[in-house]
């Protein structure tokens, strides 16, 4: 199946798939059922092995997956393999988390470089090592461009987010994480994944007030 | 429509509404068409009077809704006209950026308690007007019965959450937002949402090497 044919689910699964086949490859455990797999997962094994089979056969009948064989072809199959350079616009509270947030790296990111307008930002550690200062934004599309950058984060107000991406864009990157509440317009071979943390939550509640009431109407 | 019918979308997009009247009404704009609404949020009119219409008819044809009797019913909907008391489990970096996270207060959430086990961080203020200290764990149920807390965020590593969430979920905690790279069981009257930092960031760089092959396979 082409890459671009394999729906967002299973590639939403794959990342789940390769967190779990990590922490068995960590516990000593060489192969594993898509049965195991699926019930660590809160899934059938007839949808792991649907799933997998998107990318080609793996698994052996009666054995299983090999567990270090099948992290390494997930990995591969998500571009994990290699590690991808990062960058992150806007070092406020939450941008300044997330450039210590160790689960990036875990997952084979590597935050190169943190940006802002901010005179007051500019030159603040924002890293546990104290090797990543904040940076100006005058300096944010020779990075993008020196190491080769394709992903960033954006982690400033909705009022100059779409400004941000423009400039991420024109440097260069085609995959943005954008935490401002906003929606932005990119073109058509950049991808967008906002994460809007208020809306989320209110997602949630709602949820939580639907089920209190018994599912009955206001 | 009962609540519990309305397609998950359509609640995704109600929080849209909401930030987007919001932004209208303290622009001072009295009325909205569904056209001006749809266009300021990538959606067409016939997308914005259906959602609207699964609860009911506000707009007046020619006219348009009007921004602030708009608002207030999607508010109403939502939950989001009365406040809603929150509490947050695991103190660390991110832990601590949402605790001072501004998004959730201007969505009418109110964050009552900061909780950690480790006693480096009990009693460490975790607020901008420092009315807010992490408490011990031993102090959650009782916050929880006396706040009406129905709303938990767990920010704790994998191999804990799943105790945390049990133990909001015994206090009466009914929605949790999980930051925890694990999936939670929990009962059917409780909802979760997985806030997967690393497994979004990893979506989007496949989707970059998705559209970077131009389409083909590997």
Redesign the interface.
Known sequence: ????AVP?PT??R???YL?QLEAMQEGGKSTVSSRELGAA??LTDAQVRKDLACFGQFGQPGIGYRVADLAARVR?????DKP?N?VLVGAG??G???A??E??G??G?RLVGVFDEDPDRIGRDVSPGGDLVVRSMDDLAAMVSEQNV??G?ICVPASTAQAVADRLVAAGV????NFA?T?L?VPA?V???G???????????????????G????
């Not at 085609?174 to 994480?177: A, F």
């Open positions: 199946m082409r890459p671009d967002a590639v939403r794959l990342s789940l967190r997962l809160d591969t199959i998500l571009g994990a991808r990062v509270r939450l300044s988390a997330l210590r947030y689960g990036f875990e997952k990111f394709r992903l984060i085609k995959g943005l994480m509440p929606p317009k071979d991808t967008v994944s994460v809007d943390l208020a809306v989320q939550l209110e997602q949630v509640s709602f949820q939580v007030g639907v089920l209190a009431a599912g009955e109407g206001p």
